[in-house]
Structures are given as structure tokens and as C-alpha cells.
């Protein structure tokens, strides 16, 4: 589901890091090496029907590259 993020994400947390992340080996070879993280937070969020809503979306996150791949989890309105 695309998503456009509308404000800022709060209540950020560290899912996993390091070896704990599955997807390691795609992440290194397609975004580059890094501290990889995988994060989790919250967020107002415009859905492609046009409605807004706040969200708690997953995305990995490195040192140096930024934050990739962000998806919803889950509504919470």
C-alpha cells in the first residue's frame, strides 16, 4: 500500500537490528553496507484513496543511507 506521511513519526522504536533482521542480505546488497535497523513508529499518513489517518508503519533504517521501504502495519483511527 503507498503511503505519503504527513507529519512526523512519533513513538519510534527499534524492532531489530543487525543479524535479528531477515531481509540483511537484500538490504546490504540493494541500498549498500550499514548499521542496519528496523524501526517502528507512528504516523499521520494520506492513503491513495484519500483519506487520513494515523498509522503505524515499519521501514529499515541505516546510518549514513536513511530510512528505506516504509509500509503500514496498521490503522489506528
Known amino acids: 500500500m503507498p503511503l505519503t ?17 531477515r531481509e540483511l542480505a537484500r538490504l546490504n546488497k540493494l541500498y549498500g553496507k550499514g548499521r542496519w535497523r528496523k524501526r517502528k513508529g507512528q504516523a499521520e499518513v494520506l492513503l491513495p484513496d ?11 533504517e ?3 543511507i536513511g530510512k528505506r521501504e516504509f509500509k503500514i502495519k496498521r490503522l489506528l483511527d
Do not use: D, N, Q, S
Not at 506521511?5 to 543479524?19: F, N, S
Open 50 to 60: 484519500g483519506t487520513i489517518c494515523r498509522a503505524e508503519i515499519h521501514w529499515y
Open 5 to 21: 506521511l504527513l507529519g512526523p513519526i512519533t513513538r519510534v522504536e527499534t524492532i531489530a537490528k543487525g543479524r535479528g533482521i
Open 62 to 64: 541505516a546510518t549514513g
